[in-house]
């Protein structure tokens, strides 16, 4: 059981795992589906894919109502955040 992934490494090694054990199974399961950004992905740029966000060249984030540090892209976008980070 998982929830949904798009990492090539990650399949990958699931694809290992499956030649060892052919009858498993992996199922995933998401609280909060991606779905509807999976669909508009594939449909506008032909890869079903969920986009990944480099901050690390930004001066200003405004986020409205949205966890952009917590969200499926987390730790990238926490590293590429902190990077442009200038507290104070």
């Not at 966890?67 to 590293?79: H, I, V």
């Given at each position: 059981?998982?929830?949904?992934?798009?990492?090539?490494?990650?399949?990958?090694?699931?694809?290992?795992?499956?030649?060892?054990?052919?009858?498993?199974?992996?199922?995933?399961?998401?609280?909060?589906?991606?779905?509807?950004?999976?669909?508009?992905?594939?449909?506008?740029?032909?890869?079903?894919?969920?986009?990944?966000?480099?901050?690390?060249?930004?001066?200003?984030?405004?986020?409205?109502?949205a966890?952009?540090?917590?969200?499926?892209?987390?730790?990238?976008?926490?590293?590429s955040?902190?990077?442009?980070?200038?507290?104070?």
């Open positions: 059981l998982s929830h949904s992934f798009a990492s090539p490494t990650f399949k990958k090694l699931f694809g290992d795992f499956k030649a060892k054990y052919p009858n498993a199974e992996l199922v995933t399961y998401d609280a909060i589906p991606y779905a509807a950004a999976l669909d508009a992905a594939e449909e506008v740029f032909g890869q079903r894919a969920l986009p990944v966000y480099d901050l690390s060249q930004t001066e200003l984030v405004v986020s409205f109502q966890d952009f540090l917590g969200d499926y892209n987390a730790g990238s976008l926490e590293t955040y902190a990077v442009a980070r200038k507290p104070g």
